[in-house]
């Protein structure tokens, strides 16, 4: 005879045969592993963004700060992630980290970052103006 056991305890399963699990909590943390699998990657951002922010904060005491590539590389900034864009009239992208923004400048020859809050020196941007203006 085929005997089934408990996917999550091993233990042997008992009555209907269509049973997977021996008891509520095999159940239940059956339920929590798939959960905690498929939230592995946001995980993993929410933590690059949470610690690019806390890296932009440090290097911005101020409100604003122009800081070297090689520092926001050197404390383990990533750069490919961020929260979102803003875009000025002048069309300077900011990439924004929660409440700090970075844009990438370059002065005399050498890679840097302007660095702001983002709510004291971004104005509220509407990406549908542009479109607005075009029909007009």
Same mark, same amino acid.
């Given at each position: !005879? ?16 269509? !049973? ?18 498929? !939230? ?16 932009? *904060? ?31 009239? *002048? ?25 702001? !809050? ?19």
């Amino acid at each position: !005879m085929n005997t089934r056991v408990c996917l999550i305890c091993g233990k042997s399963l008992l009555g209907r045969s269509d !049973m997977i699990y021996c008891s509520e909590e095999c159940r239940f943390e059956a339920a929590y592993q798939r959960r905690r699998i498929s !939230m592995e990657p946001l995980a993993r951002i929410n933590a690059t963004l949470r610690k690019n922010r806390n890296i932009l *904060k440090i290097l911005c005491p101020s409100g604003k700060s122009v800081v070297d590539r090689h520092v926001l590389t050197a404390l383990g900034f990533n750069t490919s992630v961020f929260t979102s864009l803003h875009i000025t009239s *002048k069309r300077i992208t900011y990439y924004i980290c929660y409440d700090f923004a970075f844009t990438p400048l370059v002065r005399d020859g050498i890679q840097k970052a302007l660095v702001v !809050m983002a709510w004291k020196h971004l104005k509220p941007w509407d990406p549908w103006s542009d479109l607005l203006t075009e029909i007009k």
